[in-house]
T-cell receptor, first 117, second 111 residues
């Protein structure tokens, strides 16, 4: 099973709201990722967690706050977002970071389509 | 220069055609290479990893040329269902966790 699940599928929020995106995988993967994707653009890395610790933050604004409660779950907390943050937010996981393509292959969830009004 | 560059496309081909995409990467320390496909409004899905010796999966063949720093994807006997955006992904061995995506090449296969 190579499934990564994400909730919600769609989210509309105002600029003063606080919301959270959730991601879950049960493949025993130790690396998890958040990406942001705008229309007709490739996914853009935001955060990487390895063994539940944040290993990469791609200079993401603090209005995005990631959290990894355990090895299967990854959250992205949203607060005071701007309309330009509207995008598809993708979660992915991989077995690890190194050791060849088998370890490094990322499996993506279906994404949360976010609209900020 | 971008770290990963792909043919901009779009590619419009008839069913049954053979089509090839190229992707170049700038960092010679890159270690792992992948092709993903992404359908409209869906998530990227792994098509195939690319190995030094080249690899084939049915109608799809991937090649890696480390000397020239490019990878390629060949699709034979194109099907309507092959219509998608194809993303080239490159990962440095030393930059733990970070993969670089190309901008993607859009393929439309027509009847």
């Amino acid at each position: 099973d190579t499934e990564v699940t994400q909730t919600p599928k769609h989210l509309v929020m105002g600029m003063t709201n606080k919301k959270s995106l959730k991601c879950e995988q049960h493949m025993g993967h130790r690396a998890m990722y958040w990406y942001k994707q705008k229309a007709k653009k490739p996914p853009e890395l935001m955060f990487v967690y390895s063994y539940e610790k944040l290993s990469i933050n791609e200079s993401v604004p603090s209005r995005f706050s990631p959290e990894c409660p355990n090895s299967s779950l990854l959250n992205l907390h949203l607060h005071a977002l701007q309309p330009e943050d509207s995008a598809l937010y993708l979660c992915a996981s991989s077995q690890g970071f190194s050791g060849g393509a088998g370890q490094e292959t990322q499996y993506f969830g279906p994404g949360t389509r976010l609209l900020v009004l | 220069r971008k770290e990963v560059e792909q043919d901009p496309g779009p590619f419009n081909v008839p069913e049954g055609a053979t089509v090839a995409f190229n992707c170049t990467y700038s960092n010679s320390a890159s270690q792992s290479f992948f092709w993903y496909r992404q359908d409209c409004r869906k998530e990227p899905k792994l098509l195939m990893s690319v190995y030094s010796s080249g690899n084939e999966d049915g109608r799809f063949t991937a090649q890696l040329n480390r000397a020239s720093q490019y990878i390629s994807l060949l699709i034979r006997d194109s099907k309507l269902s092959d219509s998608a955006t194809y993303l080239c992904v490159v990962k440095l061995g030393t930059n733990a966790g970070k993969s670089t995506f190309g901008d993607g090449t859009t393929l439309t296969v027509k009847p």
